[in-house]
């Protein structure tokens, strides 16, 4: 008979809260252990807000990870402790499914790295954008070579205002934290761009521009939009709405926790207390002479993602507002279009997808090209770009830096 895995989930945030509801909801191979938060109140909310009643809670990671029923844990707390609690995790048996980025530096990830081959357990990176339908769609279409010699990739990835105004005044507004919001919010589009390619290949080079043009402290009318006049608060486009900080009351305003600073909390988008970029454009070259950019943009009435790639013999496009791959021949310019369509759940399906994938890797101990070394190839090449930005120059990558 095969085993029900009971796999507990550390972090109660938006995350947490998404994999708390499935592994609550039950599959046939998975349940709820418990949740796992340092900050008690944050976790009672949690809890009465996810509606889980008579799930264990712990407040103590020690004691969470000492028990020995769990199997496995979701780790979905902040990028800046992803490699002390990976490493608590796996030093205590349990095997990980560890949310990207998989950490802020590559000097973290190859920590983890070094644990995970010490200790022998299994850990999985949550790159959830391998399991939407399209991208699942493209890897094979790409597969068949339909391009030909692969000659240049490009990505975007536009963030709405809300969506943007969220890293603002979280903990993500200081790269610290998570090594910048490049690594943080699109190491997903990164990742899918070198998957893409194909990780056999290493990048030689990056360089970068970036900086911050909007959300300057010049601006700020108040410290916290609780504090901000109302007028200038009625106008702001970048409002302290539910949706992006958790959990949320049934109100125009978010539920926020008494310390505003380390939450983030209503802080006024235009602070002074951050250093990430609020735009970037990467480029980027391969050993096999395969070239790319990346641009990220934020401010936008809607958010969305596009990825195109250039080949000898064709071009391929990936509209995912349309749930569209657009394939153009060089040869005649015959154009061919695949629709797909989304399946249910979290993150157009992907969510509910990763976790019985998780519980694939736990039962065969391979987590497939979901490893370690995946996702910090795609932080690799979020570093270097930052490197880039900070000192004007283009960056060159050894093949060792791949090497934990």
Known sequence: MRKKYRIGVIGAGARGESFARQLFAGTKSAELFAVCDKDAVRLGEFMVFCGMKGVRTFTDPVDFFAAPEMDGVIITTPDFTHRDVAIQAMRAGKHIYLEKPI???TAQCREIIRCQKETGMTAFVGFNMRAMKLYERAKELLCGNPLGQIVHIEGLEQLSKEHSASFMRRFHRRRANTGGILNHKCSHDLDIMQWFIGHEHKLVKVGSLGGTNVFISQKAPAKYCS?????????CP???????????????????????????????????????????TVIMEWDHGVRGNFNLQLFQAYGRRETR????????????????????????????????????????????????????????????DSSLAEGMAATLLAEKAEQSVLTGQFMSVDTAEYNA
């Open 103 to 105: 950490a802020p530096t």
């Open 309 to 368: 790639i250039w080949g000898e013999k064709g071009f391929m496009q990936l509209i995912p507002e349309e749930q569209k791959i657009r394939l153009i021949r060089s040869s005649d310019g015959e154009c061919t279009e695949t629709v797909v369509v989304s399946e249910k759940g979290g993150h157009g399906g992907s969510d509910p997808k990763m976790l019985n994938r998780f519980v694939q890797a736990l039962e065969t101990g391979n987590p497939g």
């Open 227 to 235: 504090e901000c006049p109302s007028a200038t608060y009625a106008a």
């Open 238 to 280: 970048y409002k302290d709405v539910p949706g992006f900080v958790f959990p949320v009351r049934n109100s125009d305003r978010p539920l926020h926790h008494p310390d505003r600073i380390t939450y983030g909390g209503d802080l006024c988008v235009y602070n002074e207390d951050k250093d990430i970029f609020d735009n970037q």
